[in-house]
Nanobody, 126 residues
Framework: QVQLVESGGGLVQAGNSLRLSCAASERSFSFYPMGWFRQAPGKEREFVASISWNGGSTYCADSVKGRFTISRDNAKNTVYLQMNRLKPEDTAVYYC???????????????????WGQGTQVTVSS
C-alpha cells in the first residue's frame, strides 16, 4: 500500500516562500499523476495543483497560478510544491495525493485520488 508523507510546512510572513515535499513509500508512485490539495479551517478542501505521471504536464488552480509550481522527481519518489509570494489566504493544511489513473495526466477532482498524506500545516502571517 502506498504511503505518502508531506513535509516542509511552517509559519512564514506574507510574501515569502515555502517548498512542500511529498515522499511516496513505493516505486509505483512514479506511474501515477499526483496532486496537492488544501483545506483551511471552516472551508472545504480545494484543489491546488496537479502533475502528470512523467511530469510532462501540470495544472494549477487560478488562485495560485503564477505563484505556485508543482514538480516531481520520480527517481526520488517525491513530488514538490514550490510556493512563492505567499498570502494569508494560503493558510491551510496541505495534502498530497495520488490520482488513481495509471500513466495519466493531471486532474482536479479529489474523488479521483485514492491515497492521501496526513497533511502539513502552512500558516502565512500578514
Amino acid at each position: 500500500q502506498v504511503q505518502l508523507v508531506e513535509s516542509g510546512g511552517g509559519l512564514v510572513q506574507a510574501g515569502n516562500s515555502l517548498r512542500l515535499s511529498c515522499a511516496a513509500s513505493e516505486r509505483s508512485f512514479s506511474f501515477y499523476p499526483m496532486g496537492w490539495f488544501r483545506q483551511a479551517p471552516g472551508k472545504e478542501r480545494e484543489f491546488v495543483a496537479s502533475i502528470s505521471w512523467n511530469g510532462g504536464s501540470t495544472y494549477c488552480a487560478d488562485s495560485v497560478k503564477g505563484r505556485f509550481t508543482i514538480s516531481r522527481d520520480n527517481a526520488k519518489n517525491t513530488v514538490y510544491l514550490q510556493m512563492n509570494r505567499l498570502k494569508p489566504e494560503d493558510t491551510a493544511v496541505y495534502y498530497c495525493a495520488r490520482r488513481n489513473l495509471l500513466y495519466g495526466i493531471w486532474g482536479t477532482d479529489s474523488s479521483e485520488y485514492d491515497y492521501w498524506g496526513q497533511g502539513t500545516q502552512v500558516t502565512v502571517s500578514s
